[in-house]
């Protein structure tokens, strides 16, 4: 998804993907109620707003080339590799941002991290 441009972007696939990636945060261990982890659900956040972002791009428009529906669809491949670089956040700041322990850095797991890469690679 990185070397890919907003015109180029299959809307329904991305859509799939994001779903699939929410999907895996929502059945993620530290993310059953009553105790949430504040970093996942943070991040798990972060990626259903920009979710929402996608649903409101019109697709007629966006196949069109209109201009606001590009630069939609580029916000959102944009916030896409940015949750992706706080998932893979070994610095500490994340839990810094969200309130955890910056020495003990929540373990996203496999699945979560898979479907991210997965998102990235379009």
Not at 16 to 25: G, I, K, R, S
Not at 67 to 73: H, K, L, N, W, Y
């Amino acid at each position: 998804m990185s070397t890919q441009q907003a015109n180029d972007v299959d809307i329904e696939r991305l859509d799939a993907q994001m779903t699939d990636l929410l999907d895996a945060f929502e059945a993620h261990p530290q993310m059953q109620p009553p105790a949430t982890h504040p970093t996942i659900f943070f991040l798990m956040d972060f990626v259903r707003n920009t979710h929402q972002v996608l649903k409101g791009v019109d697709a007629q428009k966006y196949a069109a080339g209109d201009q606001t529906a590009r630069e939609q669809v580029q916000e959102v491949i944009g916030r896409n590799q940015f949750a992706c670089v706080l998932l893979n956040d070994s610095s500490g700041k994340l839990s810094l941002m969200t309130g955890s322990d910056p020495n003990d850095p929540v373990d996203f797991g496999p699945n979560v991290k898979a479907k991210a890469r997965a998102l990235m690679e379009g």
